[in-house]
């Protein structure tokens, strides 16, 4: 048993490590502030091959694996939680429903564009009425000869506005449950697609996230992504490799607080001495350091799984769950471990902490995951 990477995985987070700390690092800080949308950043990432990481090569990606997709989003994490969220929602969403479930001739079409990052991908399931609700949701796509006419309405979508192609799902037949969802790509500007306002979010900031309306949007027929009435079944497995990144994501910025938090303590002085030789820190430190070894065993078998072709669905949600409370613990107690400094923007542990918290809710709530665990547990 062997819990090390292999020589490709540790050369792809080297490289991806670097990137962050020249490239990614420095203007973190403004970007959260201002919100801004890091298009230049985003560009970088594409010829590094990182904004189609799983896309095979002959379509224009990188034709990397699941446990490179998570080291990648771990390693950006760490130093922007926003630009770590648009790359695992634009390659584990948007980019990865249409690899998996779509016809050759979209996949030629528009994974090229995507995996360069010259289009950006994004992938609409929550409505104002249903989030982890699926079955709940209202957007409704109809037949009329060689088209599906869409209307309805999405929220909270990453990459909503500065989107290029959309992944979107709707009611076909809404007598056959989870058997009546369909997928379809859209693309912006087309006829009855509007995009609303931005949100002003409490952490990442500058990941962009919009709702979309649709008024009788004209889809091709040959836009249907998958089966018609199947796109909830293929929705559940996007969704199960999707929570393997978001725990990634958790995990990294989990990482850097604790990293932060251990320097710190080693600086700061009270009672002459530094606050590191006192045991309450030291516990502190403990703590999060074991809870986010443990983490990172769950995201790497589960990601593992997933490569071998493995269902991994209640080790997919075992992984985001833990990781996502793990992480946010840790990045509480760096800002306990800062004192009145954690609670200022001069440190960025505060910005962690609003980052990390939406690791919590993407992909399925905590307690979402706890029942698909039990779930697991119970039908077997």
């Not at 985001?320 to 613990?329: C, G, I, N």
Request: contains cysteine; proline residues 2%.
């Amino acid at each position: 048993m062997d819990f090390q990477y292999d020589e490709n995985h540790q050369m792809i987070r080297d490289m991806v490590r670097a990137f962050a700390l020249e490239e990614v690092k420095p203007g973190a800080q403004e970007r959260d502030e201002t919100g801004e949308f890091p298009f230049e950043l985003v560009k970088k990432l594409g010829e590094l091959g990182l904004m189609g990481i799983m896309v095979p090569e002959d379509l224009g990606g990188a034709g990397m694996d699941v446990t490179s997709f998570a080291i990648i989003v771990e390693e950006l994490a760490r130093h922007d939680g926003s630009l770590a969220l648009t790359v695992a929602s634009h390659n584990g969403l948007g980019t990865s429903h249409l690899l998996t479930f779509g016809s050759d001739e979209l996949k030629k079409k528009y994974l090229p564009s995507m995996a360069s990052g010259e289009k950006l991908a994004a992938w609409g399931l929550t409505e104002p009425s249903s989030g982890s609700d699926a079955l709940g949701m209202k957007t409704t796509a109809v037949k009329e000869g060689d088209f599906w006419i869409l209307n309805g309405a999405k929220n909270f979508i990453t990459q909503g506005s500065v989107g290029d192609v959309f992944v979107i799902l709707a009611v076909t037949d809404k007598d056959q449950g989870s058997h009546g969802v369909s997928a379809f790509l859209l693309e912006k500007g087309w006829e009855g697609f509007e995009i609303g306002a931005k949100e002003d979010k409490y952490g990442c900031r500058s990941s962009d996230t919009a709702s979309l309306s649709f008024e009788n949007v004209k889809v091709p027929s040959s836009h249907m992504i998958g089966k018609e009435g199947e796109a909830f079944i293929d929705t559940l497995k996007i969704l199960d490799r999707g929570r393997v990144i978001i725990g990634a994501m958790a995990l990294g910025l989990g990482k850097q607080a604790l990293e932060d938090a251990a320097k710190y303590s080693k600086e700061r002085e009270a009672f002459g001495k530094t606050i590191a030789n006192f045991q309450a820190i030291q516990w502190m430190l403990a703590d999060s350091a074991t809870e986010l070894e443990a983490a990172e065993k769950l995201i790497q078998h589960a990601a593992w799984l997933h490569d071998q072709k493995k269902f991994a669905k209640k080790e997919s949600s075992m992984a985001k769950l833990y990781a996502s409370e793990a992480a946010w613990r840790a990045c509480n107690r760096a800002i306990q471990i800062h004192g009145g400094y954690g609670y200022v923007k001069e440190y960025p542990v505060e910005r962690y902490v609003r980052d990390v918290k939406l690791c919590e809710i993407g992909e399925g709530t905590s307690e979402i995951q706890r029942e698909v665990i039990a779930s697991q547990m119970i039908d077997a």
